[in-house]
């Protein structure tokens, strides 16, 4: 017996609703809430000014070395016992760190939410930092980057980083550190990080029920102890655009691929222009219909796989490309992506290819702000980058709404095909002599 049937149609967009923000100071600190009626989960989130952007020059790795030793017990607890105190809750601590923020979260049944908090709190404020527990967690990570480092990718990434914003910065340098930059370490810069950093309020982020909610209670855990008020912040940093490509060879002697990473600076967060950026970027590797996808793997066959898109942070951007291809063709990839660059500076994009990107962006961003986590998530986003709480409300029509004269105009402001840095991590005694001869911009070597 054959079965057939027609394969059913797409169903109407529904209309997508972002939950009321609710704000209030409590205890010194900001508590920013979502309200989700009905929901029985929710999430906990306490955002502190401790991102990678406050560690010095020369202390890469502080943020990631000091949310592993919070693992380790705190002052009332051993890790054991702390351990025991957060799994009888059902839940776990989840850390993330980017160049604006440290957060540190916990996701539990609304009746389990204020003693998770407690708990959260306890971690953050008080951690116990044996020495001995913090130089094993220091080694730990220091070996885990010397393995990440050993794989294509990260020395690729961190010259590129370097060339685009100088290696005397702390945004020049690899957001986690590298591996001799965690190794230097000492107790004495963990313990001083954390009460620097780690004993100002913050803001409380919180998604869930808010009917069946004590904000108030929450923030009293949160901010219990803490003081020093909020940190300055900073302007977006002045990053001046390149005169000329140039390309920088990351030798890999005997790789049989060659790693590609090109990029240049971009405008910050911020900047009213993010929502034409973003798509401009998303026609152009944003997505796998993408022009460069679509060229360099499915034209050409170069690669399985190719992204370019804009990045940006409270204070700077950047726009980056980043593959890998078979060493054979190395530079005729390079090339390719370069003319693909130029040619939607030069002439924009269509409306057919933005309508792909209108929808996709817009339809991810409908089904990704669904769970009690990642609304926690967009709130962050309102947090750190001082944006309105009806942002994300319209940021869908924003997206839907754009044309093809305002995604082209960003795209010829915002991609500077000239001032382009080329990094390629591959075999130099194989590639060199073809990328010289390619005229993309002058060579430096790198061991």
């Known amino acids: 017996m054959t079965l057939i049937t027609d394969r059913p149609g797409p169903g109407a967009a529904r209309p997508y609703r972002f939950p009321p923000v609710v704000?209030?100071?409590?205890?010194g600190g900001q508590v920013v809430a979502a309200h989700l009626p009905g929901q029985n989960l929710a999430v906990a989130l306490l955002l502190l000014d401790a991102g990678a952007g406050r560690e010095l020059t020369g202390k890469e790795g502080l943020g990631g070395v000091l949310a592993k030793a919070m693992e380790e017990g705190t002052a009332q607890r051993d890790a054991?016992?702390?351990?025991?105190?957060i799994e009888a809750l059902g839940t776990e601590l989840v850390t993330g760190l980017d160049w604006d923020s440290f957060q540190i979260s916990v996701q539990v049944p609304v009746d389990r939410l204020t003693a998770a908090v407690q708990l959260l709190a306890?971690?953050?404020?008080?951690?116990?930092?044996?020495?001995?527990?913090v130089r094993r967690v220091r080694d730990d990570e220091a070996n885990a980057l010397r393995m990440d480092?050993?794989?294509?990718?990260?020395?690729?990434?961190?010259?590129?980083?370097?060339?685009?914003?100088?290696?005397d910065t702390r945004w020049g340098r690899p957001m986690y550190?590298?591996?001799?930059?965690?190794?230097?370490?000492?107790?004495?810069?963990?313990?001083?990080?954390?009460?620097?950093?780690?004993?100002?309020?913050?803001?409380?982020?919180?998604?869930?029920d808010?009917?069946?909610?004590?904000?108030?209670?929450?923030?009293?855990?949160?901010?219990?102890?803490?003081g020093g008020g909020r940190a300055q912040l900073g302007g977006p940093v002045e990053v001046p655009l390149r005169a000329g490509r140039r390309i920088i060879l990351v030798d890999r002697p005997g790789s049989v691929q060659s790693t590609l990473r090109l990029g240049h600076p971009s405008p910050?967060?911020?900047?009213?222009?993010?929502?034409?950026?973003t798509l401009a970027g998303t026609v152009l590797g944003g997505a796998f219909t993408s022009r460069l996808n679509h060229l360099i793997r499915e034209v050409r066959g170069y690669t399985y796989g190719i992204r370019g898109e804009f990045a940006s942070s409270r204070r700077f951007g950047r726009f980056a490309v980043s593959s890998g291809v078979q060493t054979a063709v190395t530079t005729p990839a390079l090339v390719e992506a370069v003319g693909e660059i130029a040619r939607t500076q030069a002439e924009g994009v269509t409306e057919e290819e933005l309508a792909v990107a209108r929808s996709w962006r817009a339809g991810q961003l409908s089904v990704e702000l669904q769970s009690p986590r990642a609304i926690a998530s967009a709130l962050t986003t309102l947090v750190v980058h001082d944006l309105p709480d009806?942002?994300?409300?319209?940021?869908?029509?924003?997206?839907?709404?754009?044309d093809v004269d305002q995604v082209s105009a960003a795209a010829a402001e915002h991609l500077h095909t000239e001032a382009l840095t080329l990094v390629v991590e591959g075999d130099a005694a194989v590639i060199r002599e073809d990328l010289e001869s390619a005229a993309l911009g002058d060579l430096i070597l790198l061991p």
């Open 23 to 27: 704000r209030r100071a409590v205890g």
């Open 80 to 85: 054991t016992a702390y351990a025991l105190a």
């Open 122 to 133: 306890e971690a953050v404020r008080t951690p116990r930092l044996d020495p001995s527990d």
């Open 149 to 167: 480092w050993a794989n294509p990718g990260p020395r690729a990434d961190a010259a590129l980083r370097a060339d685009l914003f100088g290696a």
């Open 177 to 208: 550190g590298d591996p001799d930059s965690v190794a230097a370490l000492d107790v004495e810069d963990i313990t001083v990080f954390h009460s620097e950093w780690f004993l100002r309020p913050g803001t409380l982020v919180v998604a869930g």
């Open 210 to 226: 808010l009917d069946r909610i004590d904000l108030d209670a929450l923030a009293a855990a949160a901010f219990a102890g803490t």
């Open 268 to 277: 910050h967060r911020a900047h009213p222009d993010h929502v034409p950026m």
């Open 390 to 402: 009806d942002y994300h409300a319209r940021l869908r029509e924003e997206l839907l709404n754009a």
